[in-house]
């Protein structure tokens, strides 16, 4: 998350959430399906809220939810949608 948890605190004194964090399984740099960087990303993601929870002193995050529970086929506008074909978005472009 970067900053995230740092910027917070210098705009709110109110805790945050994360409605949505995750990782995409398909690694676009490297142009395959890469489950293990996605469960390597999301452990990650996950470990930074938990650092970051405001139950500790200085913490500023009530937590957050894995997202998502859908594939974005829609997202690939020229794919077909009986396919999984690996069209579409891949924000930052790997697993995170």
Known sequence: FGDL?????????GPMYLGEYGADAYNSKASHLDEQAQ?????????????????????????GIIFEFADEWWKDGSGNPAVHDVGGVSPGGGPY
């Open 39 to 63: 469960a390597l990303a999301t452990k990650v993601l996950t470990r930074q809220i938990v650092d970051a929870s405001s139950v500790k002193p200085g913490g500023v995050c009530v937590g």
């Open 5 to 13: 948890f740092d910027a917070w605190r210098g705009l709110s004194q």
